[in-house]
């Protein structure tokens, strides 16, 4: 996050794991729980007398067969009961007929019982396998069948659907935990989605560069709160280099969990160069003018900036926020006062194009054209 050190803060570039967060819905008495298997979150599915079924729904790739699929696995922990009864196990539908199904059972063989409590486990990868742990019995096949054979069966079939089901409440009560399940090479690690914020500093109207503001950096602070990162606050800048962004005056964050929460503003104290919004401006300095947000820069750019501070409390998606500085500047030329110049400047701020005038011919710090 913006603030503290990198290490805390995630800002240092990120290497996005090939995971799904989407692709898969939950049925039954299937929910979220945390933590996952060293992770934030996996899916606990469960099978009693409230729920009798419980399961996960993946997309089917395209085009996808058995015998082209490359990787069908995944974690699991069983926490109540014991693997029984067929269940848990993954059910491969074909022809969208609820009862042509493959059964791919998961548990040691041959019978599928007697799995490790509490204790996450890999199936390993059950494409290719030699364990008789394939029921082809719905598709002309034996209860305990070869995965070539499986193959064989299945070749004129179209395969409609992959699912992980929980139901053997029949024999005893089950709770089981799922994370990182490998579908053909795309692992569900059923994290939640992540967001960034990137903030971009705006000076007179456009982005901020080392030419317009002499190299300097300006402060801010943020706080936020992420299930992923957890909740903190800290300090950063927006200067000439710019901060896990390619771009100078802008910072964007590290990954946010959906539903994270996200501030920031300006140090417009003695320790910056930025003044306060309505400030009386001062020569040298710069004046806070407000924020705007968007969920894209050129959205924020295009919004009236205001004076409160940017907060986040729910994200959805990646947003954007423009931190606005004007400079306080003052004429040292009459020249500059003329053609609605005058309204340009705002240490002071004049009344009228004589006021701007008098004003340079006044101010002994004004070094052009006195003469009337």
């Given at each position: 996050m913006i603030g503290l050190s990198s290490a805390v803060l995630g800002l240092a570039l990120l290497v996005a794991p090939t995971f799904a967060a989407t692709g898969y819905t939950l049925f039954g008495g299937a929910d979220y729980?945390?933590?996952?298997?060293?992770?934030?979150?996996?899916?606990?599915?469960?099978?009693?007398?409230?729920?009798p079924y419980s399961g996960i729904d993946f997309t089917v790739p395209n085009g996808a067969t058995l015998g082209n699929l490359t990787a069908l696995s995944t974690d699991y922990k069983i926490t109540v009961g014991d693997c029984v009864g067929g269940s848990p196990r993954f059910s491969l539908n074909y022809d969208n007929n609820p009862n042509t199904n493959v059964f791919v059972y998961i548990g040691p063989t041959p019978n599928f019982t007697g799995c490790t409590l509490n204790s996450w486990q890999n199936t390993g990868n059950f494409i290719g396998t030699s364990d008789l742990r394939?029921?082809?019995?719905?598709?002309?096949?034996?209860?305990?069948?070869?995965?070539?054979?499986?193959?064989?069966?299945?070749?004129?079939?179209?395969?409609?659907?992959?699912?992980?089901?929980?139901?053997?409440s029949w024999k005893t009560d089950q709770t089981v935990l799922i994370d990182n399940t490998n579908i053909n090479g795309t692992i569900y690690d059923y994290e939640l989605p992540t967001y960034t914020v990137t903030i971009a500093k705006y000076l007179d109207g456009v982005p901020a560069s080392a030419a317009l503001t002499g190299g300097a950096s300006y402060p801010m602070i943020a706080s936020w709160d992420a299930l992923n990162i957890g909740a903190g606050s800290g300090s950063y800048s927006l200067g000439p280099t710019g901060f896990n962004n390619p771009n100078s005056y802008q910072a964007t964050t590290s990954q946010l969990t959906q539903g994270a929460s996200y501030s920031t503003s300006e140090v417009t104290n003695s320790t910056s160069n930025v003044l306060p919004i309505g400030a009386t401006c001062q020569l040298g300095k710069y004046r806070l003018v407000g924020y705007s947000t968007g969920d894209t820069l050129a959205a924020a750019a295009a919004s009236t900036p205001v004076s409160a501070t940017p907060s986040f409390t729910d994200l959805t998606?990646?947003?954007?926020?423009?931190?606005?500085?004007?400079?306080?500047?003052?004429?040292?030329n009459k020249d500059q006062c003329k053609n609605g110049g005058w309204t340009k400047f705002n240490t002071p701020v004049f009344k009228n194009q004589g006021d701007c005038v008098s004003y340079v011919q006044s101010n002994p710090n004004a070094t052009g054209n006195k003469s009337k």
């Open positions: 729980v945390s933590p996952g298997n060293a992770s934030s979150r996996a899916v606990g599915l469960v099978s009693n007398t409230t729920h394939y029921d082809t019995s719905q598709m002309g096949g034996a209860f305990y069948d070869t995965y070539s054979n499986a193959v064989s069966l299945t070749s004129s079939h179209t395969l409609t659907g992959i699912s992980l089901v929980l139901d053997g998606s990646n947003q954007y926020i423009i931190v606005w500085n004007e400079s306080c500047t003052a004429p040292t």
